[in-house]
């Protein structure tokens, strides 16, 4: 079978692993130099904690056997399973942990409670005051900027796997996608994996597609001088990640409100290091479009403040801030949106913030459902 992929991205580059790994050949389409999407503006997290129990937790924890597998064969991806620790500063953060690991999921996802001295043991550099930690064994870190160049990379070995950067594809069909420089491209399935470029062919498609666009903002840092163990996530990450939800969550969100500038940004602190030393750090979550083209200081201001409190120390220089857009699912019971928009032409988008982490588990159900 010859597949054409639109969408140079993760999902879009791992849908065209799955095809590779299945035999067939790929034709693979993007309309930028380079993937600049959300694929390359996150963190490069592998995010077990936190999923919810059902799809989300499943793909989640699926994702990150073959994230492991993968990078076995594709070293520089920088994959590393390095864990992370949520960390916990007051009574009503911990009872929320607590209730969380009670669950019978908890072992699942390699979810202990530590207290202070443990998560200490764990990440030294955690010198802020807390008094605890939730460490999740299960969670691990890729190289964003790079996984995707290494990934194709590893694909063109194959010699089964054709990459055409700088292409838009304006018009598709049955077993066909047409580019901005005319030329036709032929095969026997097409699958759309464009991200959060909603307009355009995909509204032609899909005109009430029930996906909404995320806008966030994130920043990274000079490298640091020592070496963070694991990733890092502050106790506002609970309030984020429908894993959480409970009684207590309930509870700490009456007694323990976010300050303002957090509440109205929808701020999580998820902190991991890059290989070369530097710190990514986010992030915020914008619903309403349009969106402002700005970005805002005091959500940095903000971010910057957590991360130090948590290190203890005051942080390296910061050298990038950007923004970032993604697509996101309307039915919260669903990873992902997929559907079969016209005969032999599939459309997959939508995972949200689990892009980077579910896509191989995503691109293998995909080719379930086309081979179903």
Known sequence: MRVLIVGGGVLGTMHALRALERGHEVVHLEREAEARGASVRNFGLIWVSGREPGPDLEVAMRARQDWERIAADVPDLGFRGNGSLTVLRTPGEMAVAEEFVARPDAAERGTKLLDAAEARTLNPALRGEMLGALWCEQDGAVESRTAQPALRAHLAKTGRYTWFPGREVRDVGEG????????????????????????????????????????????????????LTTSLADGD?????????????????????QPPVAADNGMQLLLVQRLHGGLTIGDTHEYAEPFSFDVHEDPYEHL????????????????????????????????VHREQVLAGVWLVTGPGGRGMTCSPAIAADTWQEVEG
């Open 176 to 227: 066909w996608v047409r580019d901005d420089t005319g030329q036709r491209h032929e095969g026997d399935l097409v699958v759309l994996c464009t991200g959060a470029a909603l307009g355009g062919l995909v509204k032609e498609l899909r005109p009430e597609l029930p996906v909404r666009r995320v806008r966030l903002q994130m920043m990274q840092t000079d490298p640091l001088d020592e070496q």
């Open 237 to 257: 990450s609970m309030r984020y990640y429908r894993g959480y939800r409970g009684e207590k969550l309930d509870e700490l969100n009456a007694a323990e409100p």
């Open 304 to 335: 910057r403040q957590r991360a130090e409190e948590l290190l203890g120390r005051p942080l390296p220089r910061i050298v990038r801030r950007w923004a970032g857009v993604y697509a996101q699912t309307a039915d919260k019971s669903l990873v």
